[in-house]
T-cell receptor, first 109, second 116 residues
Framework: GQNIDQPTEMTATEGAIVQINCTYQ??????LFWYQQHAGEAPTFLSY??LDGLEEKGRFSSFLSRSKGYSYLLLKELQMKDSASYLC??????????WGAGTKLIIKP | GAVVSQHPSWVICKSGTSVKIECRSL??????MFWYRQFPKQSLMLMAT?????????EQGVEKDKFLINHASLTLSTLTVTSAHPEDSSFYIC????????????FGPGTRLLVL
């Protein structure tokens, strides 16, 4: 079967670093996506990993290990505007996105 | 960039009426469009996948006669919630995929539906 799991909520301090983990199980895999969703808004694309390793994009980095079914999103130099839900999703063999429930990130001053 | 618009952004209607939501890809041709529903504090739930010129593929548990999807052109898909009831109140989000299967989906801003 397919499933995907990420923590429900995390809290971090402004200026710090936070890592949001995502684990998944699937027989067919075509990449792992991270999206950011502010309350009341639609998701916005952050990153896409299809090969193992770390992809860095400014303050955000995303890591993938296909053998472990594991990904993380790393946010550095946290800002208050980073308070949002972060959704991980993998693309299955039918090129459908399978979504995690999202991790609500709370940034404290 | 890849911009997707949705209209309306907010709709309040009486129970029993029908509501149409439009999803447009503004600067690209979308071979595939997706319709999602999201309840508060929950993740996105895929309702249906539509390809231009063909019938939509509905996910299990989604009533195709209640949620009518039309993908008449490469830039426009519509979702009509027929005979809406309060339990249909939700955040409806469309997304569009430009071409190749592995491309990311670009999301519209969403439509918040409240059925009284």
């Amino acid at each position: 079967g397919q499933n995907i799991d990420q923590p429900t909520e995390m809290t971090a301090t402004e200026g710090a670093i936070v890592q949001i983990n995502c684990t998944y199980q699937t027989s067919g895999f075509n990449g792992l996506f991270w999206y950011q969703q502010h309350a009341g808004e639609a998701p916005t694309f952050l990153s896409y990993n299809v090969l193992d390793g770390l992809e860095e994009k400014g303050r955000f980095s995303s890591f993938l290990s296909r053998s472990k079914g594991y990904s993380y999103l790393l946010l550095k130099e946290l800002q208050m505007k980073d308070s949002a839900s972060y959704l991980c999703a993998f693309m299955d063999s039918n090129y459908q996105l399978i979504w995690g429930a999202g991790t609500k990130l709370i940034i404290k001053p | 960039g890849a911009v997707v618009s949705q209209h309306p952004s907010w709709v309040i209607c009486k129970s029993g009426t029908s509501v149409k939501i439009e999803c447009r890809s503004l600067d690209f041709q979308a071979t595939t469009m997706f319709w999602y529903r999201q309840f508060p504090k929950q993740s996105l739930m895929l309702m249906a996948t539509s390809n231009e010129g063909s019938k939509a593929t509905y996910e299990q548990g989604v009533e195709k006669d209640k949620f009518l999807i039309n993908h008449a052109s490469l830039t426009l898909s519509t979702l009509t919630v027929t005979s809406a009831h309060p339990e249909d109140s939700s955040f409806y989000i469309c997304s569009a995929r430009r071409g190749e299967s592995q491309e990311t989906q670009y999301f519209g801003p969403g439509t918040r539906l409240l059925v009284l």
